[in-house]
């Protein structure tokens, strides 16, 4: 379960935090993009970390252009697979400094050059190659509703949900490290737009606390969850200066 997508319209309004305590900064995005370009188990390890993060927008976009649930994942192996071969994120510069326009070019280019001998994920002998199988069950893809959509459309929504996931586990990370994990577990569906979330005043009696501390509780929670997000989407761009018209295009993206 996922916030709703109002909740990068609001987080719009919030700055990067800094000086916050609980769970240290996860190392991603950037720092992860430069430890990727050597060959050493530094560097197969960044790389890795790369994929298994953003696999789903890459397997999304595969699945939309019509390939089966099976040939959607032999290709995503393979695409990441080449990644670790060609060792060429330096080119994520070109593309406007974005690690999302970087992969969206990727997999385009991949796609138009490379299907019709991705049969199965030949490539990267002797490379760590993501476990979809695993990280699939994980996930509730809904080819219905991905149908209305188009390949690029497709590929944006899931990477600003991959983002908004990212966000939601570094928060959920720091409040089991506070020994809050039953608190959270509450509080985070106040941040969906479903119909059945349960009111602040079902926590409170759920959790033994009063109304106006639930009240308060969420307040914090939120402001926290913002703060995170801006800092997961200032962490795919080079220039922090570009991190409000990337959280601006993820707002555009789920709305569309």
């Known amino acids: 379960m996922l916030p709703a997508d109002n909740e990068l319209t609001e987080a719009a309004s919030v700055g990067v935090s800094r000086g916050h305590g609980g769970v240290g900064f996860a190392t991603t995005h950037w720092s992860l993009v430069l430890e990727a370009q050597g060959e050493s188990p530094q560097a197969d390890k960044a790389l890795e970390k790369l994929c298994r993060t953003y696999w789903w927008p890459v397997y999304s976009f595969i699945i939309r252009q019509g390939a089966g649930p099976e040939e959607a994942k032999d290709l995503t192996q393979?695409?990441?697979?080449?990644?670790?071969?060609?060792?060429?994120?330096?080119?994520?510069r070109r593309e406007k400094g974005r690690l999302r326009s970087f992969f969206f070019a990727s997999i385009k280019h991949f796609l138009a050059k490379e299907r019709r001998y991705a049969a199965a994920a030949k490539r990267g002998d002797g490379r760590p190659l993501i476990p979809l199988d695993e990280l699939l069950e994980r996930k509730h893809y809904d080819p219905e509703a991905a149908a209305a959509l188009s390949p690029d459309q497709i590929f944006e929504r899931r990477w600003a949900l991959t983002v908004l996931e990212q966000a939601l586990t570094r928060l959920e990370a720091e409040y089991r490290a506070l020994d809050k994990a039953r608190l959270f577990e509450q509080l985070k569906k106040q941040l969906t737009d479903e119909a059945d979330r349960p009111s602040q005043g079902d926590i409170a009696r759920e959790l033994g606390m009063s109304e106006n501390a639930v009240n308060q509780a969420f307040y914090r929670l939120r402001q926290r969850y913002r703060e995170l997000l801006h800092e997961e989407i200032a962490h795919t761009v080079v220039a922090p200066d570009d991190t409000e018209d990337e959280l601006r295009h993820l707002i555009a993206a789920l709305r569309g």
């Open 78 to 92: 393979s695409f990441f697979a080449l990644l670790f071969e060609r060792r060429d994120l330096e080119s994520v």
